[in-house]
């Protein structure tokens, strides 16, 4: 079945420390999205990536950091310069030249 | 700015009560109007895309809308099993905005039996 896949789904972290969220996909997708949603409001676009090796930063982009080495995989790491990680953390994926954007089960991430 | 604005907050109904949720926009150059379905801790389940005023697409009791500055989402004869936050969000046309979406803070549907 195609999909994409987040892991994990729980992570907890102390302050001060880096933390890495996995994205994969196997639909074949070229554009790749992480999203921060926090209870009440909508997603917020922290980074984007259209093609390999190419990112964009969006609306949030402060305190994390991506790569894409892979169409199929797009981490995202939360650094300790993000003041407020706790969150749900959204992965998503669409076709180039298309907006429809699918999602991920999203990870929740708390801070100790 | 663009800007999606959705409304009301949260909506109550009881079972086979009909209603429709609102998404209005504001945007430079629209490339696409989308509905989104949320269960609580999971992710966004793509329901509609409508790119032109005047165009409706439906799916089971689901009827979207689309004009110059706002989308509708109908619910017909609502179960409770429809009870989630619905999410609009909006793509823009052009630049390095290609590819984007901006979301609304969504509707937070109850359906009571």
């Known amino acids: 079945d195609g999909g994409i896949t987040q892991s994990p789904k729980y992570l907890f972290r102390k302050e001060g420390q880096n933390v890495t969220l996995s994205c994969e996909q196997n639909?074949?997708?070229?554009?790749m999205y992480w999203y921060r949603q926090d209870p009440g409001q909508g997603l917020r676009l922290i980074y984007y990536s259209q093609i390999v090796n190419d990112f964009q930063k969006g609306d949030i982009a402060e305190g994390y950091s991506v790569s894409r080495e892979k169409k199929e995989s797009f981490p995202l790491t939360v650094t300790s310069a993000q003041k407020n990680p706790t969150a749900f953390y959204l992965c998503?994926?669409?076709?180039?030249?298309?907006?429809?954007?699918?999602f991920g089960p999203g990870t929740r991430l708390t801070v100790l | 700015e663009d800007q999606v604005t959705q409304s009301p907050e949260a909506l109550r109904l009881q079972e086979g009560e009909s209603s429709s949720l609102n998404c209005s926009y504001t945007v430079s150059g629209l490339r696409g109007l989308f509905w989104y379905r949320q269960d609580p801790g999971k992710g966004p389940e793509f329901l509609f895309t409508l790119y032109s005023a005047g165009e409706e697409k439906e799916k089971e009791r689901l009827k979207a809308t689309l004009t110059k500055k706002e989308s509708f989402l109908h619910i017909t004869a609502p179960k409770p099993e429809d009870s989630a936050t619905y999410l609009c969000?909006?793509?823009?046309?052009?630049?390095?905005?290609?590819?984007?979406?901006?979301f609304g803070q969504g509707t937070i549907l109850t359906v009571h039996p």
């Open positions: 969000a909006v793509g823009v046309a052009g630049g390095t905005s290609y590819g984007k979406l901006t």
């Open positions: 639909l074949n997708h070229d554009a």
């Open positions: 998503a994926s669409s076709v180039f030249d298309n907006n429809e954007q699918f």
